[in-house]
């Protein structure tokens, strides 16, 4: 979320471009790309383009498969190597769409995604991101549906998102002047956390609606940025996108301390769970402490910091964890 101001991102839209930019970022992705941009192709909506960003340091297949899908798909492939943000930023300034999507090569579309979504986004000028729900699925055939038990927010929900991060990448479609609202789409120096940092910034500016079906399908695998990296990380990144919260909100700290203390939380309990694996259980209790009034299950994990590691720690990483990347 920076200040600066884009360029790119203020050009009016070119009539004669289509209408919606696919974003697809690329890093050895062969084994589930053919998948991800066939559900592209398959869409009911046709007025689209996918600008496929390689970057430098991918080795496999992925530029052949890509290359054969023909003048639909823009196929660029970046000269130095850099984290996801800063190539999602890169790829963001070749298109020419009206509204931006963004597909991850091991995640899917469903076939009417655009065509629902779209029509939401041109009957009202305010909104500046339209989501759905959408189903993960697991290589064994397990299937989920996000908002199976619950309903989306929709409308002013900076307040909401701030509490838990609810919109799921695959499903949204963005207005292009949404993200010139707020300078470069995404902070290049987050690695996990930059799309989350980027809907609260234009759900600060606008609204947001969703199509309450689910319209994509989300990829839950080993390799996965997630399921590797992405839990550590978002403790370190949580800092920084407070940091730009301050920046961009009127008043945050006055404005939002019960928000601001969630996500500290989130981060407190994670640097805890990694204290705890270096063995500093004084170090992972008194980070815990200040929480222990907020909910049974601080409590219980403080209080279980006190037992043998050996026969607790991988159970509580797995849950707690798992907690984390779900808010």
């Known amino acids: 979320m920076s200040l600066s101001i884009n360029s790119q991102s203020q050009k ?18 062969e084994k589930y790309l053919g998948e991800a941009i066939d559900s592209v192709f398959a869409q009911t909506y046709e007025d689209w383009e996918i600008i496929f960003w390689e970057d430098k340091a991918s080795k496999d ?3 052949r498969i890509a290359n054969n899908y023909g003048s639909k798909l823009r196929y ?36 009417t995604k655009l065509e629902e979504q779209i029509p939401l986004l041109e009957r009202d000028d305010e909104i500046g991101l339209v989501y759905s729900d959408t189903i993960w699925f697991n290589e ?10 619950t309903k989306p927010y929709r409308g002013d929900v900076f307040s909401e998102l701030l509490l838990s991060n609810f919109i799921s990448t695959e499903t949204v479609v963005i207005r292009r002047e949404a993200f010139g609202s707020m300078g470069e ?36 695998h080993k390799n996965s940025k997630s399921q ?43 640097l ?6 270096n063995r500093e259980e004084n170090r992972a209790r008194k980070r815990l402490r200040v929480y222990i009034r907020d909910g049974i299950a601080y409590f219980i994990l403080y209080f279980l910091m006190y037992l043998p590691y050996r026969y607790v720690y991988n159970n509580c990483h797995r849950i707690y964890t798992k907690a984390i990347v779900a808010e």
């Open 12 to 29: 009016p839209h070119d009539s004669s471009a289509p209408t919606v930019s696919v974003i697809m970022n690329c890093l050895n992705c």
């Open 61 to 63: 297949n992925s530029e």
């Open 76 to 111: 660029f492939r970046s000269d130095v190597s850099l984290p996801l943000y800063g190539s999602r930023n890169l790829a963001v300034q070749k298109a020419r769409g009206k509204y931006i999507a963004i597909l991850d090569c091991d995640d899917l579309w469903l076939p």
């Open 140 to 149: 064994r055939g397990k299937e989920k549906r996000q908002f199976e038990f």
């Open 185 to 220: 789409p995404f902070d290049g120096r987050l690695v996990m956390s930059g799309d989350y940092d980027a809907y609260l910034g234009i759900s600060y500016k606008w609204k947001v609606d969703y199509v309450d079906k689910p319209l994509a399908r989300y990829r839950v």
């Open 228 to 270: 590797t990296d992405g839990r550590k990380l978002i403790a370190i990144e949580i800092d920084l996108m407070i940091k730009n919260l301050m920046e961009v909100v009127s008043e945050f700290k006055k404005n939002y301390p019960d928000e601001i203390r969630l996500l500290k939380r989130r981060r407190d309990v994670q």
């Open 272 to 277: 805890s769970l990694l204290d705890w694996k």
